[in-house]
């Protein structure tokens, strides 16, 4: 089990956070979920996707945004928010072993007082007039490059 760390801050879909799950038990990264979600956690759906990896997955669900961030200060944690917005490449920035990668709502991001609460921003560089990588496939790239610089090395 690495110490990174993966949240979802209100996920909107179940099959995205079943899989996201999935990638996060196959690799030994713990998760955590920012409530309200947009679907119930134990919805069948989340499972289907999930399979039995759910079983195996360390997820933490915290009840609120503000409970997530006390939390997380009193770690000491950094937060490197995924998003549109960033300047900086996710290639290009330097991870720590204990960074919680963060991960906005399908439908909507994340809202800007948790984006100014970020410690760090990155980005997955796309072609001009696309909007978004679903948030799945994301956490898949960004945690395997912050596995790479970190417990892979």
């Known amino acids: 089990m690495t110490d990174l760390r993966l949240a979802l801050y209100q996920p909107d879909i179940p099959g995205n956070t079943g899989t996201i799950l999935r990638l996060a038990a196959c690799l030994g ?3 955590d979920i920012i409530e309200p979600a947009g679907f119930d956690i134990s919805d069948r759906n989340l499972k ?11 997820l933490t669900r915290h009840v609120s945004w503000d409970r997530f961030d006390e939390w997380r200060a009193s770690t000491g944690r ?5 998003s549109t917005k960033a300047s900086g490449r996710y290639t290009d920035f330097a991870f720590r072993p204990t960074d919680i990668l963060l991960f906005g709502r399908e439908s909507a991001g994340v809202p800007d007082h948790v984006h100014d609460k970020a410690d760090a921003q990155v980005l997955i560089p796309m072609v001009e007039g696309q909007r ?3 948030v799945a496939v994301s956490a898949a790239m960004i945690v395997g490059e912050a596995m790479r610089q970190t417990a892979w090395g």
Not at 51 to 58: G, K, L, N, S
């Open 29 to 31: 990264i713990a998760v």
């Open 48 to 58: 289907r996707a999930g399979m039995d990896y759910i079983a195996a997955a360390a």
């Open 78 to 82: 950094r937060i490197v928010l995924a």
């Open 132 to 134: 978004s990588i679903n």
